[in-house]
């Protein structure tokens, strides 16, 4: 059974910087796809990140591009989302999500597992 256990959200200044870190567990993750997903209030979730385990290939939404980089350590089988330059806009409950497929996938229906999420704010 795969669990997936978010940390690191809180509340922040527009311009200040967090780390979420995700700490995964129940599987060898070596053939995952790891990525963050976020969901504010009234809105869909939507995709924010995505790094395939094995070779570190990476994906970004447009909107984060620049500011926020996801990233893994394998002797510790966490995967993280540094995010710097936060604005108000990214307020937003933030999830890490596992996909047992090997292709680098943005679709929330192509993740098989879900954290429980973690909050973080952005003040203006």
């Known amino acids: 059974q795969v669990q997936l256990v978010e940390s690191g959200g809180g509340l922040v200044q527009a311009g200040g910087s967090l780390r979420l870190s995700c700490a995964a567990s129940?599987?060898?993750?070596?053939?995952?796809?790891l990525g963050w997903f976020r969901q504010a209030p009234g809105k869909e979730r939507e995709f924010v990140a995505v790094?395939?385990?094995?070779?570190?290939?990476?994906n970004y939404a447009d909107s984060v591009k620049g500011r926020f980089t996801i990233s893994r350590d394998n002797a510790k089988n966490t995967l993280y989302l540094q995010m710097n330059n936060l604005k108000p806009e990214d307020t937003a409950v933030y999830y890490c999500?596992?996909?047992?497929?090997?292709?680098?996938?943005?679709?929330?229906?192509?993740?098989?597992?879900w954290g429980q999420g973690t909050q973080v704010t952005v003040s203006s």
């Open positions: 999500a596992a996909s047992a497929g090997s292709r680098v996938v943005v679709s929330r229906q192509d993740y098989d597992y």
């Open positions: 129940g599987r060898t993750f070596s053939s995952f796809v």
């Open positions: 790094i395939r385990w094995s070779d570190y290939s990476t």
